[in-house]
């Protein structure tokens, strides 16, 4: 039988390689090892866009950003949608219509006007971006337990082109453990698992539980066990390190320097990515603390989990940090595990995924018509073993600007990945034999019938799924025969006479 109990474990801007299970020899992560061990581990699990709203907004409706248009974060955002428009569908909404318990404990961030509870679910209110260690019930849960308030020194930050101080990258936090943000998450998590327990006992209510962690986004802000934890000399700096960025468009360079890379010693580097590794860790071991509680209450085998995030994080890849304009892999690939109880253990499936697909499977789960979510797929099939003939063999992804406007489109198949910039120079990778995206092939030669194929590719998969960036690439490239009138002329009766034109 499907379980109808879910606990989806979520990040905040998390490398899939931070992970063991996925490949990271140093790190420490056990209890979701654990959960890949036990569950199904997804290899190329991609984000419809690598920033947090949209990213997370795509969840809740199982829609595409350019379709629920909520493009950017509130804290950048640039004139852009911040809410879903009334009435858009989303999945909660569904759950407690079926007579789900929804709770979500931690980051919000789906919108700026309307809240968590507005979509019907339950748990403290947390907006913002990161950590709200101001926030009145974070405060009492210290208050009660007499514990020490948020205090950090040790600093990391570079300098801006300007002259000022860059952004803050990482800090020492003077905190025990148990006074820790990512602790009172796990405890309101717990506390939310036992109400939820209860009630299921009482009267079968079925629940649908987040835990939605504010890190590990930069900064990184952790305690000395932490912050110490792994010693930076044996961190194993990304080849991009090298970048140089020849050959790219110049917004990667911008980023850069906003991003106060070349300011701070590679030693920085080092470091940064070791208390990143550090934090991960926290976070696991919270996340074991509620699965511990689960075990406790007698759910395991009745609640289904997921683990992902909403997008990656650069940690000095490509000379960048954060996310932004730039369609790498250490920003659109990201760790996804899904275990079900009953379901084979150990699987590693290698067929392209999103964060969107979870939405479907969330819904497949409850037994719910997953046809509202127009742009997701149900990974339950998978999940139990099942083969998928007519999966995609490619993945489009998005990006529509975070701090600026900044329209992109990428198409990634087996080996090759297309980047489309209008403002710029395109890209194009062949990941086989250059998987640190360091050298753009766009313009190579020997590349053309691969780009010609992708940038058709492309072309028809924008189109078939309504996204008007096609218009740009109609006049611009050879996307092959269209049927309309591409200039839109109009009245001109010699710029398209109906039998296809080739552009």
């Given at each position: 039988?499907?379980?109808?109990?879910i606990l989806?474990?979520?990040?905040?801007?998390?490398?899939?390689?931070t992970?063991?299970?996925?490949?990271?020899?140093?790190?420490?992560?056990?209890?979701?090892?654990?959960?890949?061990?036990?569950?199904?581990?997804?290899?190329?699990?991609?984000?419809?866009?690598?920033?947090?709203?949209?990213?997370?907004?795509?969840?809740?409706?199982?829609?595409?950003?350019?379709?629920?248009?909520?493009?950017?974060?509130?804290?950048?955002?640039?004139g852009?949608?911040?809410?879903?428009?009334?009435?858009?569908?989303?999945?909660?909404?569904?759950?407690?219509?079926?007579?789900?318990?929804?709770?979500?404990?931690?980051?919000?961030?789906?919108?700026?006007?309307?809240?968590?509870?507005?979509?019907?679910?339950?748990?403290?209110?947390?907006?913002?971006?990161?950590?709200?260690?101001?926030?009145?019930?974070?405060?009492?849960?210290?208050?009660?337990?007499?514990?020490?308030?948020?205090?950090?020194?040790?600093?990391?930050?570079?300098?801006?082109?300007?002259?000022?101080?860059?952004?803050?990258?990482?800090?020492?936090?003077?905190?025990?453990?148990?006074?820790?943000?990512?602790?009172?998450?796990a405890?309101?998590?717990?506390?939310?698992?036992?109400?939820?327990?209860?009630?299921?006992?009482?009267?079968?209510?079925?629940?649908?539980?987040?835990?939605?962690?504010?890190?590990?986004?930069?900064?990184?802000?952790?305690?000395?066990?932490?912050?110490?934890?792994?010693?930076?000399?044996l961190?194993?700096?990304?080849?991009?390190?090298?970048?140089?960025?020849?050959?790219?468009?110049?917004?990667?360079?911008?980023?850069?320097?906003h991003?106060?890379?070349?300011?701070?010693p590679?030693?920085?580097?080092?470091?940064?990515?070791?208390?990143y590794?550090?934090?991960?860790?926290?976070?696991?071991?919270?996340?074991?603390?509620?699965?511990?509680?689960?075990?406790?209450?007698?759910?395991?085998?009745?609640?289904?989990?997921f683990?992902?995030?909403?997008?990656?994080?650069?940690?000095?890849?490509?000379?960048?940090?954060?996310?932004?304009?730039?369609?790498?892999?250490?920003?659109?690939?990201?760790?996804?595990?899904?275990?079900?109880?009953?379901?084979?253990?150990?699987?590693?499936?290698?067929?392209?995924?999103?964060?969107?697909?979870?939405?479907?499977?969330?819904?497949?789960?409850?037994?719910?018509?997953?046809?509202?979510?127009?742009?997701?797929?149900?990974?339950?099939?998978?999940?139990?073993?099942?083969?998928?003939?007519?999966?995609?063999?490619?993945?489009?992804?998005?990006?529509?600007?975070?701090?600026?406007?900044?329209?992109?489109?990428?198409l990634?198949?087996?080996?090759?990945?297309?980047?489309?910039?209008?403002?710029?120079?395109?890209?194009?990778?062949?990941?086989?034999?250059?998987?640190?995206?360091?050298?753009?092939?766009?313009?190579?030669?020997?590349?053309?019938g691969?780009?010609?194929?992708?940038?058709?590719?492309?072309?028809?998969?924008?189109?078939?799924?309504?996204?008007?960036?096609?218009?740009?690439?109609?006049t611009?490239?050879?996307?092959?025969?269209?049927?309309?009138?591409?200039?839109?002329?109009?009245?001109?009766?010699?710029?398209?006479?109906?039998?296809?034109?080739?552009?």
């Amino acid at each position: 039988m499907t379980p109808r109990n879910i606990l989806f474990l979520m990040t905040d801007q998390h490398r899939a390689d931070t992970l063991g299970a996925y490949g990271n020899e140093v790190a420490s992560t056990p209890v979701l090892d654990e959960l890949a061990r036990t569950g199904t581990r997804f290899d190329r699990w991609y984000t419809p866009t690598a920033i947090c709203t949209p990213a997370r907004a795509s969840l809740l409706t199982g829609q595409a950003p350019f379709r629920h248009r909520v493009l950017a974060n509130h804290e950048r955002n640039v004139g852009y949608l911040e809410d879903l428009a009334e009435g858009t569908f989303t999945f909660v909404e569904a759950l407690r219509e079926q007579g789900y318990n929804t709770g979500l404990v931690g980051k919000w961030h789906a919108g700026t006007e309307r809240k968590a509870a507005d979509f019907g679910f339950d748990g403290p209110d947390l907006p913002g971006w990161h950590n709200p260690v101001d926030n009145e019930d974070y405060l009492a849960f210290l208050r009660e337990r007499d514990l020490p308030p948020y205090e950090i020194s040790d600093r990391v930050r570079g300098t801006l082109p300007n002259g000022g101080p860059g952004n803050l990258l990482a800090a020492r936090l003077h905190q025990p453990v148990e006074a820790t943000f990512e602790y009172y998450l796990a405890t309101r998590t717990i506390e939310l698992l036992e109400r939820y327990a209860l009630e299921g006992e009482r009267d079968g209510t079925p629940f649908f539980l987040e835990l939605s962690f504010f890190g590990p986004h930069l900064p990184y802000i952790v305690p000395d066990a932490y912050f110490d934890m792994f010693d930076p000399e044996l961190v194993e700096l990304p080849a991009s390190i090298s970048e140089t960025f020849e050959g790219k468009p110049p917004v990667q360079r911008n980023y850069s320097a906003h991003w106060t890379f070349d300011t701070m010693p590679i030693e920085v580097t080092r470091k940064l990515i070791a208390v990143y590794w550090g934090y991960v860790t926290l976070i696991d071991e919270q996340i074991g603390r509620v699965m511990e509680a689960m075990e406790r209450l007698g759910l395991s085998d009745e609640t289904a989990v997921f683990f992902t995030c909403d997008h990656g994080e650069f940690t000095g890849s490509h000379r960048l940090h954060d996310k932004g304009p730039a369609m790498y892999e250490d920003i659109y690939r990201t760790p996804g595990i899904i275990r079900v109880p009953g379901a084979p253990r150990g699987q590693v499936r290698t067929e392209f995924v999103s964060l969107l697909d979870a939405t479907a499977t969330i819904l497949d789960l409850a037994g719910i018509d997953q046809s509202q979510a127009v742009d997701s797929r149900s990974l339950l099939p998978m999940v139990r073993g099942e083969e998928q003939p007519e999966w995609a063999e490619d993945i489009v992804c998005e990006f529509h600007g975070h701090h600026f406007p900044y329209p992109q489109r990428m198409l990634r198949n087996d080996r090759h990945k297309l980047v489309v910039n209008p403002d710029s120079v395109n890209e194009l990778y062949d990941l086989l034999e250059d998987p640190d995206e360091m050298v753009n092939l766009y313009e190579s030669a020997e590349m053309d019938g691969v780009r010609r194929q992708m940038l058709q590719r492309l072309y028809g998969l924008l189109r078939e799924r309504g996204d008007n960036f096609y218009h740009w690439m109609t006049t611009m490239y050879d996307v092959g025969e269209v049927d309309y009138d591409p200039t839109q002329s109009g009245l001109d009766e010699t710029s398209y006479r109906g039998e296809g034109s080739s552009v």
